[in-house]
Every structure is written in structure tokens, then in C-alpha cells.
């Protein structure tokens, strides 16, 4: 299978704003040394390195307005 | 032979009625009286506690159904139509209500930025919440969560290509990736235990309010209905994309209150997973859907303002309550 993940490059979605998108599953080594991994189909690295989750993004990289805006809230 | 022991997911109890159309509901479902009449439906609230549950019942019985009621009232064409009656009102109010936008990028956009003196529950939750709030919070949730991901299932025959694709993907994420104890539902049943909640799937429908139902019914009314698979999917990205700011908040609430190691995992979870969803969401499945079919612009982003207005309106009356120091319950847990 030409198109068997094992068998092409993996793909990696990088944007100047929001998170790089790698498909998963990928193992991260840290600056200490120690090593976190994800088998998510998808992880979205920070890039913007204000994430609480780093590397992973936690959507931390958004703008903020000063006023609350009328929409859904979890 | 029925097995000696109650299975955790066994088919809810049919529950109380709120008026009317629900009492005559639940009479024709149980098989002892008729449907409500024209001139019954005529009267009803949109988004009232009698037409929210009645829309409600109509709704479950595609998904687990009630124990009691036969299995092919799914099907009976003389509910299907006023199932039809209920959804026109709702509908109205929705789209008289929500609508905003006529772009999908326009009402995305606007949820992309993040307020600094958020006034949400989430927000509530994470600087004052206390765990009875927590516990009333997680109840009225229940009524979706412990179906996440399955309102949306409907949609993915109705998509083609990177839609599809990417929409396919999220929710094989949803459902656990393929084991069971991953499975955002199971994981959201591990909450409840935690705030000694009782996980059974519909056991707090009766304490959940029309606000909260109509949630829910927004989605199974764009999920059953392939016309209205671009307000579906406008949804679905409205969900995606505010859940993992708020779930950092709720992961916050639930670790200050101590509320358990699984009650914090649930929303830890989705603060990872939904900063992914977002993405995939907005980057194949709305842009796919809009490049198979441009007319449903307007559709998607009607999905995302009629999800924030009900969000909204559940905010309203749980905020209220609170504020007051009162449940925002109908009945006690």
C-alpha cells in the first residue's frame, strides 16, 4: 500500500498563528529529558509556548477582547 | 433471560410529565391514551418545559429509548408528525432567536477570541463554584454528555470527502479511539461517581430544565435532519472550538473543590482534545463542507449562533439560581 502511513512522510500542518498539527501518534522529548507521548489521530503542538499543557496546545495562543462576548460556554 | 443484576445503561424509566403534550406523550407511549391534539400542540411554549420534554422523548427513541415503550414507536408515522409539530416552534424560535451570521468564518471568528473578564459558568465554576453547584452542573449535563458524540453520528453520511474525513476522525476520537474506558461518555459516567452522582444514562432528565434539554434537542433536531447537516456541523464547530477554554476552567473548578481525580480528568481531556477537534473542525470539516457545498454558508453559521444562544439561555437560568444561592434544578439530587 503506497499510501500506508508507514510508507510516506509524515504530515505536519504548520500555521504562522495557532498550533502545528502533527498526525499522531508522536512521543515528545522535553528540555529535562523526560519523554510524553499522545496516540490522539492528531496532536496540536504549541507553538506560541503559552500553553499551561506544553507541548500540547491548549488554545492558550487565542487574542483576548476586554468584553465578554455573548456565546456558548462550556 | 434478563440478567439478574441492573445493566448501568439499561433503558431509562419514562419520567414525569411538564403539561400537556408531555402527559399525553407519555400516555400514547406507554400505550394507554392518545397523541395530544392539534389544538394542544397549537398552544405550546417553543421553549417551554412541556414542549422541550416533549420534543425530548420524541428524540430519544432513536438513541436508547425508554423501558416499556415499544421498540418500533422509533418509526409510528402519527408521532413522527407531531415530533414534526414540536420541531416547527422550536425551530422559529431558534432561528428568530439566534441568527447572527450569514458566514460560517464570521461566527467562528467570533468565538476565537478569548474575553479577559469572562462572565460564563465556566467562569463562575472555576472562581466560586462550590461542589453542590459542581454536582447540579454535572446532572443537567448528563442529558448530553453521557451521550457525547452521538448527536452527531447522523451527520457523517451526509458528508463527503475532507468533511467527512475529518468529521469521522474527531468522533472515532470521542468514542475512545477504540477502547472502551477512553470513551468521552464513559468518562463523563466516572465524573459523575465522583461527585456521587448516580451515572445511570436519563436518570436526571426530570431534574433538568428546559433550558438544558433544548440543548440537546438542538442537536438531535440538526442530527436527524439531513437538511439541516450544515447547522449540524456549524454546531458541532461552535462546540469544538469554546469547549477547551471553558474545560480548563471546569478542570480548574473540579481540582479546587476536590472533587475527584476522574471529575478533573474529563475536563483535562477535553482541554487537549478539543484544542485538536477545533482545528480538524474548522480546517476540513467546515472548510470541506463548504467547498462540496458553498450554499450551506449561511446554514453553518446559523448552527454556531443558535448553539450560543442556547448556551446562553442555560447560563442565564443556572447563573441566576446560583447567584441567589437557590438550585437551578427542577428537582432535587
Redesign the interface.
Known amino acids: 500500500m503506497p499510501d500506508s502511513p508507514a510508507e510516506r512522510p509524515r504530515r505536519i500542518v504548520a500555521r504562522r498563528e495557532g498550533p502545528m498539527l502533527v498526525e499522531g501518534p508522536v512521543e515528545i522529548v522535553l528540555e529535562d529529558g523526560t519523554t510524553v507521548s499522545s496516540d490522539r489521530f492528531c496532536v496540536a503542538l504549541c507553538t506560541c509556548r503559552r500553553s499551561r499543557i506544553f507541548p500540547w496546545c491548549d488554545t492558550s495562543h487565542r487574542r483576548h477582547s476586554p468584553a465578554p462576548r455573548p456565546a456558548a460556554d462550556h | 433471560m434478563e440478567p439478574a443484576v441492573k445493566r448501568p445503561y439499561a433503558e431509562p424509566e419514562l419520567p414525569p410529565s411538564r403539561g400537556a403534550i408531555s402527559a399525553a406523550l407519555i400516555e400514547y407511549l406507554r400505550g394507554t391514551g392518545p397523541l395530544p391534539d392539534d389544538a394542544v400542540l397549537a398552544g405550546a411554549e417553543p421553549l417551554g418545559d412541556d414542549l422541550q420534554l416533549a420534543l425530548y422523548l420524541c428524540y430519544e427513541l432513536h438513541y436508547r429509548g425508554f423501558a416499556g415503550v415499544d421498540g418500533a414507536r422509533e418509526w409510528d408515522p402519527e408521532l413522527l408528525r407531531v415530533r414534526a409539530a414540536l420541531e416547527k416552534p422550536f425551530l422559529a424560535a431558534l432561528r428568530a432567536g439566534a441568527t447572527r451570521h450569514t458566514r460560517a468564518d464570521e461566527a467562528l471568528d467570533?468565538?476565537?477570541?478569548?474575553?479577559?473578564?469572562?462572565?460564563?459558568?465556566?467562569?463562575f465554576l472555576q472562581d466560586k463554584g462550590e461542589l453542590w453547584q459542581l454536582r447540579e452542573y454535572a446532572a443537567q449535563r448528563s442529558v448530553y454528555h453521557l451521550k457525547e458524540a452521538d448527536p452527531h453520528a447522523w451527520v457523517l453520511p451526509r458528508l463527503w470527502g475532507r468533511a467527512k474525513a475529518g468529521m469521522a476522525?474527531i468522533e472515532?476520537?470521542e468514542w475512545g479511539?477504540g477502547r472502551a474506558e477512553r470513551v468521552h461518555a464513559q468518562l463523563f459516567a466516572d465524573l459523575m461517581t465522583d461527585l456521587g452522582l448516580d451515572p445511570s444514562y436519563g436518570r436526571y432528565l426530570d431534574a433538568s430544565g428546559a433550558e438544558a434539554l433544548a440543548v440537546v434537542n438542538l442537536m438531535s433536531l440538526f442530527g436527524l435532519h439531513r437538511e439541516m447537516r450544515g447547522a449540524l456541523v456549524g454546531h458541532f464547530a461552535?462546540?469544538e472550538t469554546?469547549?477547551?477554554?471553558?474545560?480548563?476552567r471546569?478542570a480548574s473548578a473540579m481540582r479546587r473543590t476536590e472533587a475527584g481525580p476522574a471529575a478533573e480528568h474529563f475536563y483535562a481531556e477535553?482541554?487537549?482534545?478539543d484544542?485538536?477537534h477545533?482545528?480538524?473542525v474548522r480546517?476540513e470539516v467546515v472548510a470541506g463542507l463548504l467547498e462540496e457545498e458553498p450554499h450551506l454558508d449561511a446554514d453553518i453559521a446559523f448552527g454556531v449562533d443558535a448553539?450560543?444562544w442556547v448556551?446562553?439561555r442555560l447560563?442565564d437560568r443556572l447563573l441566576e439560581a446560583w447567584r441567589s444561592g437557590r438550585s437551578s434544578l427542577r428537582t432535587a439530587v
Do not use: I, K, M, N
Open positions: 467570533e468565538l476565537l477570541v478569548e474575553p479577559v473578564d469572562g462572565e460564563g459558568v465556566s467562569h476522525a472515532f476520537d479511539a461552535a462546540v469554546t469547549s477547551s477554554p471553558g474545560s480548563r471546569l477535553h482541554v487537549e482534545a484544542a485538536v477545533e482545528q480538524v480546517r448553539t450560543g448556551e446562553d447560563a
